[in-house]
């Protein structure tokens, strides 16, 4: 069976730190990798996704990074965070395909930014 | 990507059949309908698709209707664990996925 798994479960971070959140799946060859975020209160919104190793496409900047090191491993990061980045983020794997793909969420990190 | 237009919210008791609507008057050929549902400070939980035919699994039923302009995410017997913001969402047929989650519809079960 497949599993997603996040670390930190949560964060909180003073402004200007710096910041790096991950994302492991297991069970699953070569997936489609993407991060989410949602402010509070607020709706989801696609950041980076990624479709193979070394390579990461930016949906939404926000300030924020993203490298995927190995097939599995999908990394966030920033050098400085500012008050904007609270919020709870979300790694997302998937197939592709030739038809509509599906995607599987992780439990998310909490991050808040004081 | 085509919008779509879900109520802000719905009531339900427990043990009832719920039915959540969804208006997609713009879709296109080969937008796949996905739902999702999501509960505070979890990530959203893949309910359902389809594309033209309605389909059920353990958790839902999709009725879509034959113009493909509305479909309709019918939950059984709702428990309170059923109690989540559901998403309906638009997905294009190949290449990498682009979900765009909107404001959805927040379902409340009471005992």
């Known amino acids: 069976a497949q599993t997603i798994h996040q670390w930190p479960v949560a964060e909180i971070k003073a402004v200007g730190s710096p910041l790096s959140l991950g994302c492991t799946i297991k069970?699953?060859?070569?997936?489609?990798l993407y991060w989410y975020w949602q402010a509070t209160g607020g709706t989801l919104q696609q950041l980076f996704y990624s479709i193979t190793v070394g390579q990461v496409e930016s949906v939404v900047q926000l300030n924020l990074s993203a490298s995927r090191p190995k097939d599995d491993q999908f990394i966030l990061s920033t050098e400085k965070l500012l008050l904007s980045h609270s919020g709870f983020y979300l790694c997302?794997?998937?197939?592709?395909?030739?038809?509509?793909?599906?995607?599987?969420f992780g439990s998310g990190t909490r991050l808040t930014v004081l | 990507d085509a919008k779509t237009t879900q109520p802000d919210s719905m009531e339900s008791t427990e043990g009832e059949t719920v039915h959540l609507p969804c208006s997609h008057a713009t879709i296109s050929g080969n937008e796949y309908i996905y739902w999702y549902r999501q509960v505070p400070l979890q990530g959203p939980e893949y309910v359902t698709h389809?594309?033209?035919q309605n389909t059920t699994n353990s958790m839902a039923f999709l009725a879509i209707a034959s113009d493909r302009k509305s479909s309709t995410l019918i939950l059984p017997h709702v428990s309170l664990r059923d109690a989540a913001v559901y998403h309906c969402?638009?997905?294009?047929?190949?290449?990498?996925?682009?979900?765009?989650f909107g404001e959805g519809t927040k379902l409340t079960v009471s005992s």
């Open positions: 069970g699953k060859s070569s997936p489609n």
């Open positions: 969402i638009l997905m294009n047929q190949g290449g990498s996925a682009k979900l765009i």
């Open positions: 997302a794997w998937g197939l592709g395909g030739r038809f509509a793909e599906t995607l599987y």
């Open positions: 389809g594309l033209q």
